[in-house]
């Protein structure tokens, strides 16, 4: 059966674990402490007798001007095993629902134009595709990721 936690500063482990199974990193307990420990970082995960399979990680991010905070849910991802399952819908409603409960501003995210299951799933949950012509641009501070183009 499939669980749901927000993660908090008990949640330590969870932590380690869903970096190692997803970004194949290892992080000691003081790194996971102080990420858990700042507000701004909001982390859902699914598990599945307790080992984690899904996860999403948001930004909460203040604005200088009297608006509301916004929010960039920056990473969602479900193990391969575990995909078109429902996880990764619940994990999205979960940062929709605390979005809507703070309430915030707006909230967004960004995916690849050919990442075509990703946008079905984002836009079936009331996300907005904006029509008006947006560009990301990336500063690589560390060194451009590997691709295969």
Not at 28 to 42: C, M, R
Not at 116 to 129: F, H, I, T
Request: glycine share 4%.
């Amino acid at each position: 059966m499939i669980t749901y936690k927000a993660l908090d500063t008990k949640d330590i482990k969870l932590l380690q674990e869903t970096v190692k199974v997803f970004r194949d990193q290892n992080i000691n307990e003081e790194k996971a402490l102080d990420f858990l420990n700042n507000p701004t970082n909001i982390v859902h995960v699914a598990l599945d007798d307790d080992k984690v399979v899904g996860y999403v990680l948001a930004y909460r991010l203040n604005r200088m001007d009297n608006g509301k905070d916004i929010l960039i849910i920056f990473h969602l991802f479900v193990k391969e095993d575990h995909q078109r399952t429902g996880i990764g819908r619940t994990l999205m409603q979960r940062i929709i629902d605390y979005a809507n409960s703070e309430p915030l501003h707006y909230a967004l995210l960004i995916t690849q134009t050919n990442n075509y299951k990703a946008r079905k799933l984002y836009e079936s949950l009331g996300g907005y595709n904006h029509p008006d012509d947006k560009e990301v641009y990336f500063w690589y501070i560390t060194g451009r990721p590997v691709t295969d183009r």
